[in-house]
Nanobody, 119 residues
Framework: QVQLVESGGGLVQPGGSLRLSCAAS????????MGWYRQAPGEQRELVAT???????YYSDSVKGRFTISMDNAKNTVDLQMNNLKPEDTAVYYC?????????????WGQGTQVTVSS
């Protein structure tokens, strides 16, 4: 079983920065992509950013230009640098790993890390 361990959440003032990190518990083959999702109270979980093993990145419109995702294929880690944070970025952030084995797809999730943007 794959475990994803997240770190880096916390409380920050508007305009501040945080860096989230996520590491897989063991080496994994067949990684298609890793990414970050978030869920605010009373809201559905939403995609924030993803990056494929080939380096293709996707960002939601709400974070484009402020957040940067990066992945280390050798270490099976993914980071999310968050700059110019806004109160609406407040949410629990979840790390995701998508793996393909043959024709089957598997998704793994971290336990979540709280990000609070408030003055």
């Amino acid at each position: 079983q794959v475990q994803l361990v997240e770190s880096g959440g916390g409380l920050v003032q508007p305009g501040g920065s945080l860096r989230l990190s996520c590491a897989a518990s063991r080496n994994i083959f067949g990684i298609n992509a890793m990414g970050w999702y978030r869920q605010a109270p009373g809201e559905q979980r939403e995609l924030v950013a993803t990056i494929t093993s080939g380096g293709r990145m996707y960002y939601s419109d709400s974070v484009k230009g402020r957040f940067t995702i990066s992945m280390d294929n050798a270490k099976n880690t993914v980071d999310l640098q968050m700059n110019n944070l806004k109160p609406e970025d407040t949410a629990v952030y979840y790390c995701n790993l998508n793996q393909w084995i043959g024709v089957r797809s598997f998704d793994y999730w971290g336990q979540g890390t709280q990000v609070t943007v408030s003055s």
